[in-house]
């Protein structure tokens, strides 16, 4: 089966992400049939939420919505979208027009909620400084940690507001100390429990709690941080890391929390792809 193959490639220059939900009697089909023709799984990439899935009276394939969490005065909460669309470009002004005919094609099936304009930062870094996606997956294990069987994949999109300011008011050592990654190297180190690294490190869980992410940052008058976006084949791993990050494992919290908070959790799944087309069918087991 092929996936979507904007998921799989590094991130680009620009991107533009929309969050729909569906108005009062929207119709299956024809959202199905306005969004075949625009979403062809690189420049545009689909993410279906829980609603849209039980419009569609999908069987085989089930979406969950995100979950809400709170430990240590940190609360993350949901917020369950009908449709996720990445728009993803080089050029601003084609995400513009691409968005101006989306929404032309959903009509008043679909209701614009929520848009946010991502950018890469210094070939992929995260606002701080530091470079985010390292241990990513390469080559096969792309295919392994991002994919379900069937080419889809289930995302987590959190939108993070940082406090840069006090965040640059940190010394190097201090600020390293909170990612687990000297900044000038982008080497680990013997980082303190708390550390980002720490708490994300994928091998020390079991199972082995495996992302694919492809964060970008954002920045508009409300304020700058990151748009994280992380592809599994299941929701398993953004989970289980979220939950240790948050403290309710053994009651540490990421130093992420010091400078920076997430907004809402969204969860989608990216249906994979068949003859150019986003392939509905494989949610009714056709
Ligand atoms: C403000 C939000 C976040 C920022 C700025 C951030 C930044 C970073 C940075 C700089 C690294 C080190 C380099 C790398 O391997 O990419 C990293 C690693 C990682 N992050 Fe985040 N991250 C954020 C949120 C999250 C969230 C919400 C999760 C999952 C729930 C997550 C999961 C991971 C994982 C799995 C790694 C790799 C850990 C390893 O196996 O070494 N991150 N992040």
């Known amino acids: 089966m092929a996936h979507q193959t904007g998921i ?12 729909y939900s569906l108005n009062v009697g929207a ?10 023709p625009i979403v062809d799984g690189e420049a545009v990439v689909l993410g279906l939420g829980k609603a849209f ?46 968005t101006l005919q989306i929404q032309e094609a959903l009509g008043d099936h679909a209701v614009l909620e929520d848009l946010i304009d991502g950018f890469c930062y210094q070939k992929g870094k995260d606002l701080t400084g530091y470079i985010d996606g390292t241990e990513n997956p390469e080559g096969d294990e792309i295919q392994r940690v991002g994919f379900d069987a069937i080419g889809g994949s289930c995302v987590a999109v959190q939108k993070w507001v940082h ?4 965040f640059t ?11 687990g990654r000297h900044k000038h190297n982008n080497e680990e180190f013997d980082a303190p429990k708390s550390a980002h690294v720490i708490r994300a490190a994928q091998e020390t869980y079991s199972p082995e709690a495996n ?22 084949k ?28 997430p907004l809402t ?18 949610l009714r087991g056709k």
Not at 8 to 17: E, I, K, T
Not at 64 to 74: K, M
């Open 169 to 179: 008011s940190l010394s190097p050592q201090e600020q390293d100390a909170k990612i």
């Open 234 to 261: 299941e929701f398993y791993a953004f989970d289980a890391i979220l939950k240790r990050m948050i403290g309710l494992e053994d009651g540490i919290t990421d130093a992420l929390f010091t400078f920076s908070r």
């Open 163 to 166: 406090d840069l300011g006090y």
């Open 53 to 98: 899935v039980d419009l569609l009276g999908a069987t085989r394939i089930k979406v969950q919505d995100a979950p809400v969490y709170s430990n240590a005065g940190i609360a993350i909460g949901a917020a369950p979208f009908a449709l996720w669309i990445w728009l993803r470009g080089s050029d601003r002004g084609d995400l513009a027009h691409l």
């Open 27 to 36: 119709q299956a089909s024809e959202l199905m049939a306005a969004l075949e």
């Open 265 to 282: 959790t969204s969860f989608f799944w990216c249906p994979p792809m068949r003859k150019g087309k986003p392939d509905f069918g494989v």
């Open 8 to 19: 799989s490639l590094p991130v680009p220059q620009q991107s533009r992400y929309l969050y």
């Open 211 to 232: 992302l694919l992410r492809r964060s970008m940052p954002w920045a508009d008058f409300s304020g700058e941080g990151l748009v994280f976006v992380a592809f599994a």
